[in-house]
């Protein structure tokens, strides 16, 4: 439908958060054919408009048990970190909250009909995972649980984690197919 309506010359603005790398990608490729340009916005105009908009989910997250998950936590987060020395990656980052739930052995509530919470990872080749989720989901027992085996972190916090990745120049695994584009660049 795209290159049918493009025109040179025109942009196209697109939310990073809201599309994975993989998408941009083709749609910059369907864009330059036209030339045209396929441009990030800052803030989704969608969302500016948006008076009534719910708040966002807070499914309280519950532990997995090790019987149904198949193994812990610290021994998947441990195969992963053997990935990444296989791949000679200093680290990934994680935004599908079912690769999440299954890394950590969680639980949640936020999508119907899915037992995940949304959240984001980070995993190092060296040091404890970060784990970005509202910490308003996290019980008293599910907290420190969590906080054994990882760096809990409120979401607004991401943002800094991946400019010190970017800024130590690590290289860095992501799925373009599910990470937003926001994250890879």
Not at 27 to 42: M, S, T, W, Y
Not at 58 to 86: C, N, W
Not at 87 to 107: C, H, P, Y
Request: some cysteine; charged content about 25%; aromatic content about 4%.
């Amino acid at each position: 439908w795209l290159p049918g309506k493009l025109k040179a010359g025109d942009r196209i603005g697109y939310d990073p958060w809201l599309m994975t790398a993989a998408e941009v990608r083709r749609l910059e490729e369907v864009c330059k054919a036209a030339g045209a340009e396929l441009v990030p916005v800052d803030a989704n105009p969608v969302d500016r408009l948006w008076q009534d908009r719910p708040a966002p989910p807070m499914g309280q997250v519950s532990l997995h048990p090790v019987e149904y998950a198949g193994a812990t936590a610290p021994d998947k987060i441990a195969a992963m970190r053997g990935a990444l020395a296989d791949a000679k990656a200093d680290a990934t980052v994680i935004g599908q909250a079912d690769s999440i739930a299954w890394l950590f052995n969680v639980r949640g509530s936020d999508i119907a009909h899915n037992p995940v919470p949304l959240s984001f990872a980070i995993v190092r080749a060296e040091g404890p995972p970060e784990l970005f989720i509202d910490g308003r989901k996290l019980s008293n027992s599910v907290r420190p649980a969590l906080a054994d085996i990882a760096d809990v972190r409120e979401p607004a916090a991401l943002a800094a984690s991946l400019a010190a990745l970017g800024a130590a120049r690590a290289r860095v695994l992501i799925d373009s197919r599910s990470v937003a584009a926001a994250i890879a660049s």
